[in-house]
């Protein structure tokens, strides 16, 4: 009797750490990745190319919120990134996967900051 609760607890911890696996799975030719929080909100989700970030990423807040979105060219950040917190946008603009350029706009202004 004791094997089997043993038995039964390892298979029910198994099954809830299973739920928040990683999930991939092959679309046009790369392998889409989806990560989740314990809860089961989706965390980050992208692809990947030859075992390289690749395409566009969508990272998340666990409240399911968007936190950041933006390209990598094999492995490398590239073009126009957007960043997310609270009521504040960052626009951050990567050449060669390093900063080139970045914008701070906020819902309380329409005025763009650059740094």
Do not use: C
Not at 72 to 86: D, E, I, L, V
Not at 88 to 111: G, I, P, Q
Request: hydrophobic residues 35%.
């Amino acid at each position: 009797m004791r094997k089997i609760i043993v038995a039964g607890l390892l298979l029910s911890a198994f099954v809830v750490t299973a739920q928040n696996a990683p999930k991939y799975q092959i679309e046009n030719k790369m392998v889409k990745a989806t990560y989740y929080y314990d809860n089961g909100q989706v965390k980050q989700e992208g692809f990947y190319k030859d075992g390289k970030l690749h395409g566009k990423w969508v990272a998340f807040n666990e409240d399911g919120t968007r936190q950041a979105i933006g390209e990598y060219n094999n492995g490398a950040k590239t073009g126009k990134w957007f960043f997310w917190s609270g009521t504040t946008l960052n626009e951050v603009d990567y050449a060669d996967s390093r900063v080139a350029e970045v914008k701070k706009w906020s819902n309380s202004s329409n005025a763009v900051v650059a740094k």
